[in-house]
């Protein structure tokens, strides 16, 4: 089956925005606030805002109030200290989102990633990216792992970059081109990044979730790339991996080992489309969104719950701070 154009929106989403300068000067966001553990983002408000809750759903905060600064995205440091957020805002037409980097408390924020990258490719000589998505902290909170996109490029062709988190020393980890890389999370020992894969250049191609190594390399599949899948997210202890599979159109939890084997289906909702985001800090419950609400779950699909703010109708989840 080949890969549909709602699986490529889904794994590349490109943002129609506007290009501003790169990190200059610092740019406060509206006021200090004091976020929940868990981040999500909604439209209530007519444009992507970021708010923050509890695990229960309770004490629902909006932290940020500027239409003319939308979020689609905001991932905790390992430390908590700090939030890693993209907005259309800064980014590239057709290319992807801007990164920002900001305090715990929403001060001091500043824009992390250039528009735009040129590299120099041993085979292909100069090459440009742009945009940035996809955060992914490292786990000492001091670097930064996202995904650019070539230019021009008619398929989502993205690389995953590494970059320090005030900006300084960008570098490009994955360079095999037409294939795809979106990192989705980063080992304790700094060498191996958990990702979603795809080869462009091979025929009805399809995503898997892979490990990669710093360096590019793909290291060990999770999934083949007979079925499709997507968005790996480690466990906190590191020995489970739970991501999204479909078909032709239903996506359904899946969990395994940290290996790969074991592989099985988490009972979720009754929902089309059901997408793993993060786990709790002690690793026994899974965040995830289904059909624009939010919900928990445990690793066998037991406890199921909604704790989608009651006010909010259309939303997702982002992040779920560990400490």
């Known amino acids: 089956m080949k890969v549909t154009q709602s699986t490529i929106q889904f794994l590349f989403t490109c943002v129609i925005c506007f290009v501003l300068s790169c ?36 004490d629902v905060k909006q932290l940020t109030r500027d239409p003319n600064f939308p979020l689609t995205d905001a991932r905790w440091s390992p430390d908590g200290s700090k939030i890693a957020i993209t907005s259309p805002v800064g ?34 000589g100069k090459i440009t990216y742009a945009g940035g998505s996809y955060p992914v902290w490292s786990p000492d909170s001091k670097r930064i792992a996202f995904s650019r996109m070539m230019v021009p490029e008619a398929i989502a062709n993205l690389d995953i970059f590494v970059i320090d988190s005030d900006g300084m020393n960008e570098t490009r980890s994955t360079k095999t081109i037409n294939v795809s890389e979106q990192v989705t999370g980063w080992s304790p020992d700094g060498t191996l990044f958990l990702g979603t894969v795809i080869n462009w250049a091979q025929e009805n191609s399809r995503p898997f979730v892979a490990l990669i190594s710093i360096k590019g390399k793909i290291y060990r599949h999770i999934t083949t790339d007979s079925v499709n899948s997507a968005g790996g997210i480690w466990s906190p202890d590191q020995k489970y991996i739970v991501f999204t599979s479909w078909g032709s159109m239903r996506h359904e939890l899946f969990i395994s ?26 690793g026994a419950t899974i965040l995830f969104n289904s059909g624009g609400r939010i919900f928990l779950t445990n690793k066998n699909g037991s406890n199921l719950k909604d704790i989608t703010p009651k006010e909010l109708s259309n939303t997702r989840a982002v992040s779920w701070r560990k400490r």
């Open 23 to 58: 990190k200059d000067n610092p740019v406060d966001s509206d006021l200090p606030f004091e976020a929940g553990p868990i981040l999500f983002v909604s439209d209530k408000s007519g444009t992507w805002q970021l708010y923050s809750m509890n695990e229960d759903g309770s």
């Open 91 to 124: 980014g590239v037409e057709r290319y992807g989102d801007a990164i920002y980097v900001m305090s715990a408390d929403g001060t001091g924020r500043y824009l992390l990633t250039r528009p735009s990258v040129q590299v120099d490719d041993s085979a292909y």
């Open 257 to 282: 080992d940290s290996d790969g084997t074991n592989k099985s289906i988490i009972p979720t909702t009754s929902n089309t489309f059901n997408y793993a985001v993060d786990w709790s800090p002690d």
